[in-house]
């Protein structure tokens, strides 16, 4: 007979894992079956290029993990989780050969923009120092009572305007206006939509409050590191053990999925009921990405030298051209000029051979879009970095098809479990008082197609666990 657990996770992506083991340090068994030959779902590493040059497959940049209130309680040290901070979070090179660049010390951020700088310091100060009173509300599901409503309203108001709106009314120069676009893009909206901004102050706060670290030797550390936590709590993990459907798992009492809408609706088929099964089934999909990694001869040879302290950096120019280009994806259309998001990693010599380096960069492309626009991403590179393809050693590329087939949450190459619109940003993947919980009494949702969305942070796993332990875990 199947060992029975009190409850069983679909999926080790990092919200399976978080929720994994909110379950068992609550003392609870539970069992974790993951598809794939390895834990982390879009947290994951490999030599996809060359023996000894270590890529990360999806997510590299931590700054939700180091943001996360539940991830940063973890004792994932002694799991063999090291992180390494880049000078600076994020830079943005502009055709002149200068750079805007995001450092941790708003002061110095403040340097890189010019006229701008101290409006720079009075949009992020007030946030910075709010933080730690922010960071739980935003990596949470909508709660109408927040604990600091000061802090909110004052966050909620900015948050609210479309990218644009805010660049626009804060900032006068090209420099500010482009290096507040590019953080903002991680939306993957159209930056005219509204609550763009709202990305764009997060991710900038955390960059000035807590920095944008990666894991040393690659993301899978940290699956890794949150899969032994979770097998020295006494959790079980089946790798290559895809579920097809809800009625093969083992008996338990609660089942929590790390999956997205979708692949809910096959999984649990007929057990939803008929309005619920409509949400997901009307649960929107963003733009795919289209991404390339590279094992490279030396450094990128940046114009602008500042970028070289930077860990992630924003390619496209000015704001009105990142603007044309994330517009692009949402009319089926390919940006000529692609927004390129660029990670490099000077600051972390485990990744390649001594003196080598490697680097990794994508750009929003239609959802399911099959056109291999490797060469406009480069291109892209080298307007900011002239020689940066003599650097090219090899290459490998994902599109939106390979992407979904490395992980099948990635759905037409939507890297954050459904678009970030304001309209199901709060309410993923239905409107209901606790988007964890579904109509079927004992299943969960827990992947980014719930709040907070996309991002490795764990927090969608804890709150959906959390639920799963109130209701039928006591
Ligand atoms: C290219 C790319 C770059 C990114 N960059 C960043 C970044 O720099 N920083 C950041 O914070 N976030 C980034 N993200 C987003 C982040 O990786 C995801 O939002 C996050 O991993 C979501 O975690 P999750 O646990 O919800 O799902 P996933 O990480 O998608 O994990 C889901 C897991 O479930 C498994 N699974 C699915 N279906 C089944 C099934 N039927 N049976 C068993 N197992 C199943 C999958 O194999 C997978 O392992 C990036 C994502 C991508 C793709």
């Known amino acids: ?17 978080a929720a994994a083991i909110v379950l068992a340090q609550a003392g609870r068994s539970v069992l974790v079956r993951e598809a794939n030959d390895a834990v982390g779902g879009s947290c994951r590493s490999a030599e ?48 002149d050969g200068t750079a805007a660049v995001a450092y941790r010390s708003l002061e110095e951020t403040a340097a890189t923009l010019g006229r701008d700088g101290e409006a720079w310091k009075q949009l992020y100060g007030p946030l910075v120092r709010d933080w730690e009173k922010l960071v739980p509300e935003l990596l949470g599901p909508f709660n109408p009572f927040p604990k600091h409503p000061l802090a909110m309203a004052r966050f909620g108001l900015m948050a609210l305007r479309s990218a644009r709106g805010l660049a626009h009314t804060w900032f006068d120069g090209d420099p500010a206006k482009a290096l507040f676009a590019g ?30 670290p990666v894991a040393k030797g690659g993301s899978q550390k940290l699956a890794d590191a949150l899969a032994s936590l979770l097998r020295s709590l006494g959790g079980d993990i089946e790798l290559n053990a895809r579920v097809e459907s809800l009625d093969e798992l083992p008996p338990a009492k609660a089942i929590l999925c790390d999956v997205t809408a979708r692949q809910l609706l096959k999984l649990a088929g007929s057990r939803l009921p008929e309005g619920y099964r409509k949400h997901l089934q009307a649960f929107r999909y963003g733009p795919g990405v289209h991404k390339v990694d590279w094992a490279l001869s030396e450094p990128i040879p940046w114009k602008a030298a500042a ?3 930077a860990g992630t950096l924003h ?20 940006a000529e000029k692609p927004y390129v998001l660029l990670v490099q990693y000077p600051f972390d010599a485990s990744r390649a051979p001594a003196g080598k380096q490697t680097a990794w960069a994508y750009c929003h492309v239609p959802h399911g879009g099959d056109l291999d626009v490797t060469d406009r991403i480069e291109q892209q590179v080298e307007r900011f970095a002239p020689g940066f393809k003599d650097t090219i050693v090899a290459r490998h590329v994902m599109g939106p098809a390979a992407m979904e087939r490395h992980n099948a949450n990635l ?3 939507d890297i954050t479990g459904g678009a970030n619109m304001l309209s199901q940003i709060f309410t993923r ?35 959906a666990a959390k639920t799963a332990l109130r209701e039928v875990l006591r």
């Open 1 to 17: 007979m199947a060992k029975s657990y009190d409850a069983v996770v679909i999926g080790a992506g990092p919200n399976g894992l």
């Open 48 to 95: 996809l290029t060359l023996p000894g040059f270590i890529h990360d497959i999806c997510s590299t940049v931590q700054a939700l993990a180091v943001a996360s209130p539940f991830l940063r309680s973890l004792p994932l040290a002694e799991h063999g989780l090291e992180l390494v901070f880049p000078k600076a979070p994020y830079a943005h090179p502009l055709d």
């Open 183 to 212: 953080v903002a893009a991680h939306s993957i909206l159209p930056l005219d939509s509204m609550a763009t901004s709202a990305f764009g102050l997060v991710l900038g706060t955390s960059a000035h409050a807590a920095g944008w």
């Open 307 to 309: 970028c070289r302290d």
């Open 315 to 334: 390619l496209g120019g000015t704001f009105d051209e990142l603007a044309a280009s994330e517009q692009a994806p949402w009319e089926q259309r390919y």
């Open 411 to 413: 759905i037409g190459g």
């Open 429 to 463: 993947p239905a409107p209901r008082m606790n988007p964890y919980k579904t109509p079927v009494k004992g299943l969960y949702l827990c992947s980014a197609s719930t709040p907070p969305g996309g991002g490795v942070h764990g927090m969608s796993g804890y709150h």
